[in-house]
């Protein structure tokens, strides 16, 4: 059966019985045009019993043009693999051995946090076979929870708008300075405070006009790092096997000391420390994993989405953890655990030192660098499609303007809005707990939304929702939803419990500050969306209604009507 289309009130060419009705936020747009009516404007999921026909096997969900779709199995592991690994691995060991006191513990840890992500990472493929459509969380919070009509939307809309605008890309400029500093240490250049902003300044305008006007070419480079890093991470590891083994040529230098950690007394050797050590050294793992769902942000723009995503997410995910435990071996391997614990060097730079001699830091230096570049260039290109998936929700202004692709065929608004963002922060936030603030609050907030994502997920399982007809071509194990929703549960909890005594998150605000902002931030969503869905349409006498345009650049967007009460409700 063919598409059933809807047609679209034309802002130029009124239809009779519609003459007064203008569209909300100055859509005034003549290029749009009929569309069919789509999957996920009648609330409808892609089911698996369908997903083997050539009309419904995931490019034909979400209308863009076909030429729009770049993204194949190696660009999107990549998306995936670029955004989890960037800084972390060469420094967050050190502070995972100190929570846990042992390197036994250690590594038990690290298994926790790849188990959890695994998790994630079923939930997040099961969400987008079934919605494969950009834009992640937003639309499965839509999808589930759909009464009061548009709240979700508004207030995951809202909610986002501020994390993306205000908390991720605070995030992203602290990642820009660290590109900075050790891209002038490898240069041998002092990191002074404007030597450093003026290369982490020229990094972000770089991001932004390769990904917002050279889409290709930013894929690229984004991939060409990403394989760079894996490639390299696979040495590093390779090497300090090497070194276990005690290959020749592959020994601790003469002038350090030399590790013992791998017989089983010293294995297990400090370890107690306590629930609350433990706790927070998962949390770090976790953290560590975060970027399993960075590719969902992007699925309009994925050959064969379905598919795809099936494939790319497990293959990144197996490589990022593969990654994650031979690199902790063989940090092991070659580092004493004394010196990984007294030293005030990240544990990476102790690794070549050690195997390599200290004349190789600046290397290092530069390998970090550029891996920071890959897990920015990651971050960038899906954050930029977000922006302009919230804008073809329709509900803020100037929603036409952010969900265009002119002029070059890519989110460049998004991008811009972004940089603009990052910029500001970038010499305007004085480091210390401002800084700290972001980051704790992007990182809770995201919590909250896999809590909500998770729990919603398991009610589609339930009977009054099965109206809904959820049976999406992946189905994760209800028991890995349940444990990463418990996860996550226990992650946007536990930050309202005090710390251990001598023990402190910031300087000046209180430890529980990023936890209540995150929280209150769902409350703008919330004020929006009663002005403007319930008291302007009552006070006003009229009714929203909800239909799919069609822009002159091939992009679809939501745009909405004001009807009077008269006119009955869809």
Same mark, same amino acid.
């Given at each position: ?45 892609? +089911? ?31 998306? *995936? ?13 050190? +502070? ?77 400029? &602290? ?22 902003? =003026? ?118 995910? =197996? ?9 902790? *071996? ?15 060097? *990240? ?102 939304? +896999? ?8 009610? =589609? ?14 189905? &994760? ?58 008291? =302007? ?34």
């Amino acid at each position: 059966m063919a598409p059933e289309c809807e047609n679209v009130i034309r802002t130029d060419s009124p239809r009779a019985g519609y003459e007064e009705h203008t569209p909300l936020l100055s859509d005034r747009d003549p290029s749009f045009v009929s569309v069919p009516r789509g999957s996920a404007l009648e609330g409808e999921a892609l +089911n698996r019993s369908e997903s083997g026909r050539k009309e419904r096997h995931g490019e034909s969900y979400d209308n863009v043009p076909k030429d729009k779709r770049q993204l194949g199995l190696f660009s999107v592991a990549f998306l *995936i693999f670029n955004r989890i690994i960037g800084t972390g691995i060469y420094a967050t060991p050190s +502070n995972i051995l100190r929570s846990s006191g042992s390197v036994g513990v250690s590594l038990i840890m690290w298994l926790v946090g790849a188990s959890i992500a695994a998790c994630g990472t079923a939930v997040y493929v099961e969400l987008g076979t079934g919605l494969p459509r950009s834009g992640g969380e937003k639309n499965y919070l839509e999808f589930i929870f759909r009464r009061p009509k548009f709240l979700a939307t508004c207030t995951f809309t809202v909610y986002t708008l501020i994390m993306e605008i205000i908390v991720i890309q605070g995030t992203a400029t &602290a990642n820009s300075v660290v590109f900075s500093e050790y891209i002038l240490h490898s240069l041998s250049f002092e990191p002074t405070w404007f030597k450093t902003r =003026l290369v982490a300044f020229s990094c972000l305008s770089f991001i932004c006009l390769i990904h917002g006007t050279r889409l290709r070419w930013g894929l690229r480079l984004q991939n060409t790092l990403g394989l760079f890093k894996l490639v390299i991470l696979a040495l590093i590891s390779l090497s300090g096997l090497l070194c276990l083994l005690s290959v020749k040529g592959f020994q601790v230098r003469g002038d350090y000391e030399k590790p013992d950690n791998f017989r089983w007394e010293k294995l297990w050797e400090g370890s107690g420390t306590g629930l609350n050590a433990f706790v927070s050294g998962v949390y770090n793992v976790i953290w560590s994993f975060i970027g399993y769902s960075n590719a969902n942000y992007a699925l309009s723009e994925v050959r064969d989405p379905v598919r795809t995503i099936k494939r790319a997410a497990p293959l990144a995910m =197996l490589s990022v953890t593969s990654v994650y435990l031979f690199i902790n *071996i063989a940090y092991f391997a070659v580092v004493s655990k004394s010196d990984i614990l007294e030293s005030r060097r *990240i544990v990476a730079a102790l690794y070549f030192r050690n195997l390599f001699g200290p004349t190789t830091e600046k290397a290092l230096s530069s390998f970090i660098a550029l891996s920071t570049l890959g897990n920015l260039l990651a971050g960038q290109f899906s954050q930029g499609r977000v922006i302009q998936e919230l804008g073809r929700e329709g509900i803020l202004p100037f929603s036409s303007f952010f969900a265009s692709n002119k002029p070059f065929n890519a989110p460049l608004t998004g991008l811009f809005t972004q940089y603009l963002v990052s910029c500001t922060f970038l010499f305007a936030v004085p480091p210390g707990d401002a800084y700290l603030f972001l980051i704790s609050l992007s990182s809770y907030s995201l919590s909250l939304i +896999n809590m909500l994502v998770s729990f919603g997920l398991l009610l =589609l399982y339930s009977q009054p929702y099965l109206v809904w007809g959820w049976n999406p071509p992946f189905r &994760a194990p209800k028991p890995l939803v349940i444990l990463f929703f418990v996860s996550n549960l226990f992650l946007v909890t536990i930050p309202f419990f005090p710390p251990i005594p001598g023990s402190k998150t910031y300087s000046q605000l209180p430890y529980w500050s990023h936890s209540a902002g995150g929280l209150a931030l769902s409350l703008f969503g919330f004020i929006y969306w009663y002005i403007w869905g319930i008291w =302007l349409p009552k006070s006003k006498g009229y009714h929203l209604e909800r239909k799919w345009a069609l822009q002159d650049d091939g992009v679809s967007r939501y745009v909405f009507h004001k009807l009077p009460v008269s006119i009955p409700a869809p």
